[in-house]
């Protein structure tokens, strides 16, 4: 049975209550609710790679509570309510949306990107920011991953970009270069992890002229390599082992085996 949103907010308004609420919701502050937060958004996006829908309801109605949670301990500090919330973020969309709800065209998908990029300025400046930079505004608080790709995107819009992958292909393959020269010539701790970083900026250069997202694809390859691992130990279950018995050999040939049979 469906149920109004106003449901929800009355039953934080109750977990929260001094007297009579729960009292690990009490104690909650914006920054200890914070990490559940971002762990709710990846657990929805999580939902979505496994395809699994009602999953992603219940995942989806989770990062909504934090919505909720949040907005409640403004409103009890007299700064905003859910409804600001709700109605700040109506007039984002219709504002950054000039093609869908005013007579704004374009001519292309990059003149879009680049007329919101001006959009979020303009947005900044009237808040009283004096960044002037193309890159301002990207938040320190994202994934260095997903920070990398919109740094890289917000340099595209002002052309500064590769045209196609291939040069980019030909980047990495200098960097990677340059990460092997620092471990063969003993590099201190400080110079390898300068190298690495740029390395990885790189394959995420990559991905986005891919149009991959890397969270994504990263999440893929952990997901394929813990399915495969664990195909590994359940070989050496089988075989009445461990796999911490088996020489680095021989567990290089339990992957095989495992890679084979998903072939």
Not at 7 to 23: E, F, S, T
Not at 74 to 100: L, N, Q, Y
Not at 205 to 230: C, T, Y
Request: with cysteine.
């Amino acid at each position: 049975m469906a149920r109004p949103v106003d449901d929800l907010l009355a039953i934080m308004a109750r977990l929260r209550d001094p007297d009579n609420g729960c009292p690990w919701d009490v104690k909650q502050t914006f920054a200890t609710i914070a990490p559940y937060t971002i762990e709710e958004a990846y657990e929805v996006a999580d939902a979505i790679d496994r395809r699994d829908m009602h999953d992603l309801r219940d995942e989806l109605g989770d990062l909504l509570l934090q919505v909720v949670f949040h907005s409640r301990m403004a409103e009890e500090a007299g700064e905003f309510t859910f409804s600001d919330v709700v109605a700040a973020i109506c007039d984002k969309m219709e504002r950054r949306h000039p093609h869908v709800f005013g007579d704004v065209t374009h001519e292309s998908d990059s003149a879009r990107s680049r007329d919101w990029d001006r959009l979020k300025a303009e947005e900044r400046k009237a808040k009283g920011g004096d960044d002037p930079s193309a890159l301002a505004g990207i938040s320190r608080g994202l994934p260095e991953w997903q920070r990398a790709v919109k740094l890289q995107k917000r340099a595209a819009n002002t052309g500064f970009d590769w045209p196609d992958y291939r040069p980019v292909l030909d980047k990495l393959t200098e960097e990677l270069d340059e990460v092997r020269h620092e471990f063969e010539t003993g590099a201190d701790d400080e110079r390898l992890a300068d190298e690495i970083g740029d390395l990885l900026f790189v394959a995420a250069n990559l991905a986005r002229h891919a149009k991959v997202d890397v969270s994504r694809a990263l999440r893929g390859a952990n997901q394929k390599f813990e399915r495969r691992f664990r195909g590994m130990e359940a070989i050496a279950e089988s075989e009445g082992k461990t796999l911490s018995s088996y020489t680095l050999e021989e567990q290089e040939s339990l992957w095989r085996r495992v890679k084979q049979t998903e072939l």
